[in-house]
């Protein structure tokens, strides 16, 4: 889907430390309504960093975001209203069915009873769990759990939706189910959406950013990233050389840092 002119999600100059590492260095994109983005790079490359401090999960060191023209930082309730987000391991209680947990969530929001209990219907069915929304999160699939955990992230209807590696761990089958759910998603939303699994950006993205070493290194089209036909060649070239402080200098915190 091709983004409009409206920007939903804004970034500008941020910038994340651990003590002397660089989790994130001065990254700057806007993304417009309507665009589905893939934020690529290798493991520890600072996609997750960079989406938790989209989310106000973090704080920066340096620098701002927004969503849908609200500051994270200093408007995060207007922000998170507009904001649907699902981490790499999502917000699930094992003991909850999904009915209870959206229930759960809906109240946190303070969505109005009447509505919410109409909009946990729509997203039952948007998400395929009419046939487990009352059988115990800890007896679902792993893919089952990622749809529970889009559920969440859809409920209170946002405007953009911003995710994590989500379909880490999921088989053939239920990764292409959940790219159709993106496409169909992406006709009314704007998605953020991290990876590493270079097949995911070909299936879904209209726009890639590149993130290597906490730096954007690439901003464009698919298709003006691939060379030959594939995208493994500039992933490859893209993150030969190092841009910023090696992880190696810094210990395990740093490492731990950039997941």
Do not use: W
């Amino acid at each position: 889907m091709t983004g409009g002119n409206r920007p939903m999600i804004e970034v500008r100059g941020l910038t994340k430390y651990y003590g002397p590492f660089i989790a994130v260095k001065n990254l700057s994109f806007s993304i417009p309504e309507g665009q589905i983005v893939a934020f690529l790079g290798p493991n520890g490359a600072g996609k997750t960093t960079t989406m938790k401090l989209l989310t106000g999960y973090l704080a920066p060191s340096a620098g701002e975001a927004a969503i849908a023209g609200h500051d994270v930082q200093q408007d995060r309730i207007a922000a998170l209203r507009r904001l649907g987000y699902l981490p790499e391991n999502g917000p699930l209680y094992p003991e909850m069915t999904p009915v209870e947990l959206l229930e759960f969530f809906g109240q946190a929001r303070e969505i109005e009873a009447s509505r919410l209990k109409r909009r946990i219907d729509e997203i039952v069915e948007v998400c395929a769990l009419q046939l487990v929304r009352e059988k115990p999160i800890s007896k679902l699939s792993r893919g089952l759990c990622q749809r529970v955990g889009l559920a969440q992230a859809l409920l209170h209807d946002p405007a953009v939706l911003i995710m994590d590696e989500p379909t880490a761990g999921l088989d053939p089958n239920q990764i292409r189910e959940f790219r159709e759910n993106i496409l169909e998603l992406g006709r009314t939303k704007t998605i953020l959406i991290s990876t590493h699994i270079l097949q995911e950006v070909d299936a879904i993205a209209d726009r890639v950013l590149f993130i290597h070493n906490g730096e954007l290194v690439y901003d464009g089209t698919t298709s003006d990233l691939r060379e030959d036909g594939s995208l493994e060649q500039p992933f490859h070239r893209l993150t030969e050389a190092s841009v910023s402080t090696p992880v190696a200098e810094t210990g395990n915190t740093a490492t731990e840092a950039l997941s």
